[in-house]
């Protein structure tokens, strides 16, 4: 060793020295930390375990979490273990997330928003036990789409479902069966197919028939004629124009702009129990929402999407939309940059508003899936932890303009001039002339 460095080993360093080495140290970590703003400098306690369970659906507003996991971000937050794991259905995610990893199921997972809240109140699982969840996150804003069947091409349907209606009557007095699919009853997409149907004048539980279908398999039920329409997410939209049999008729963007839709939810009992490792995760989903919004990373999202572990179909059915180019599969109505591509990011999209998960409740009872005087309140209390993303946020260095001041986006307007007032829901539901539920 030579002498300048056992002088850097400490042997006889002198003070103009020291200050030397501490200052090039203190750059060094200071140009560190530029680099990688969180990771290894995030504050706090570390994780108490190294991995966790999670689920997914095969569908491009799960993005986040395939990129997390490619990309080790879980990893850069002491999370190397995490498992990302495919579900067969989202009823199998309920199934798995109420055993929980402990009993071979899962710790969390991309969910349909109301999910969390139906599985904690005990609404959708086996005799009615309630599984505690905690929702972490929003993953994203907007673009699920409602397609209908080739067979109604003439129709050219929109955001105004009404001419659907006559279509279905003389369907129906042919002594054929109408459908409508979606994923799960309460879900996202149950309430958006829902909503469009009933503003068109069709109630979805007396003039058409709803039923389930796992995202997966929208497209080889649409081809053999198991249903009319469907609400899903991509990307099993294009792929059903790309394969000839049937069109877009809605971005559900167009019916409330920039809306919720998927969220990052955890079992509440997990999370109690490894609150740091529950950050962490929040956090690299978090980080991986940042990079998937970036109009740059659109190309490699989609191939990421596309992979066999992931969503396991061609690029090309997934990437024009993720980059916000929207063909309907109707002649001449392409739109390029549309305002209702699925945000990650952009527009407070990671943040769980209350707001938001109140909407949910409030069209769930609507609907009949809980009961009109229903502690919505109460529940949303539990279940919404957005202590932690924004504990999450300020850990990873999320600017003060990126993170809201309020749980509550304020009233919401949808498309056909319906107002939903957090402060008063109640109003809206009267405002409603299809409903299950007297106000």
Request: glycine share 8%.
């Amino acid at each position: 060793m030579t002498k300048r460095n056992d002088r850097l080993a400490g042997r006889g360093m002198n003070r103009r020295q020291l200050l030397k080495a501490a200052s090039g140290t203190a750059a060094l970590l200071a140009a560190a930390k530029l680099n990688f703003p969180a990771g290894a400098f995030a504050q706090g306690a570390g994780p108490e375990v190294k991995g966790a369970k999670l689920g997914f659906i095969a569908l491009s507003d799960a993005g986040p979490l395939f990129v997390a996991k490619d990309k080790g971000l879980f990893a850069k937050y002491g999370m190397p273990d995490v498992d990302v794991q495919k579900q067969a259905s989202w009823g199998t995610t309920r199934d798995n997330l109420v055993l929980g990893s402990e009993g071979n199921g899962i710790d969390g997972a991309h969910i349909l928003t109301p999910m969390p809240y139906l599985i904690s109140a005990g609404k959708v699982t086996q005799n009615n036990q309630p599984t505690p969840m905690y929702i972490l996150a929003r993953l994203n804003l907007d673009s699920q789409c409602i397609s209908v069947a080739k067979e109604y091409a003439d129709l050219k349907l929109g955001v105004d479902a009404t001419p659907f209606k006559a279509a279905l009557e003389k369907k129906k007095a042919s002594g054929k069966a109408v459908k409508a699919a979606m994923t799960f009853p309460g879900g996202t997409h149950d309430l958006w197919i829902r909503y469009w149907l009933a503003a068109g004048g069709i109630d979805p539980d007396k003039d058409i028939e709803t039923i389930v279908v796992p995202p997966p398999q929208m497209v080889a039920n649409m081809k053999v004629g198991t249903m009319d329409c469907f609400c899903v997410g991509e990307p099993w939209n294009l792929q059903l124009i790309h394969q000839d049999i049937g069109y877009t008729a809605v971005n559900t963007g167009e019916l409330w702009n920039k809306h919720p839709e998927k969220s990052f939810a955890m079992r509440a009992a997990w999370v109690d129990k490894y609150p740091n490792a529950a950050k962490a995760i929040t956090m690299a989903v978090m980080e991986a929402q940042q990079w998937s919004d970036k109009a740059e990373n659109k190309q490699e999202l989609a191939t990421i999407m596309g992979k066999r572990q992931w969503m396991n179909c061609p690029v090309e059915d997934v990437y024009d939309r993720t980059a916000g180019k929207f063909d309907y599969g109707i002649p001449g109505k392409v739109v390029e940059n549309s305002p209702h591509i699925m945000k990650y990011w952009r527009d407070f999209a990671s943040y769980p508003y209350q707001s938001h998960d109140l909407w949910f409740l409030t069209e769930d009872i609507r609907w009949g899936k809980y009961e009109a005087n229903f502690d919505t309140k109460a529940l949303i209390g539990k279940v919404n932890r957005e202590d932690i993303w924004r504990a999450a946020a300020k850990d990873l260095g999320v600017p003060a303009a990126e993170i809201p001041t309020s749980t509550s986006r304020g009233k919401e307007t949808f498309f056909d001039g319906k107002v939903f007032d957090p402060e008063n829901p109640s109003a809206y539901l009267k405002s409603l002339s299809i409903k299950r539920v007297e106000v």
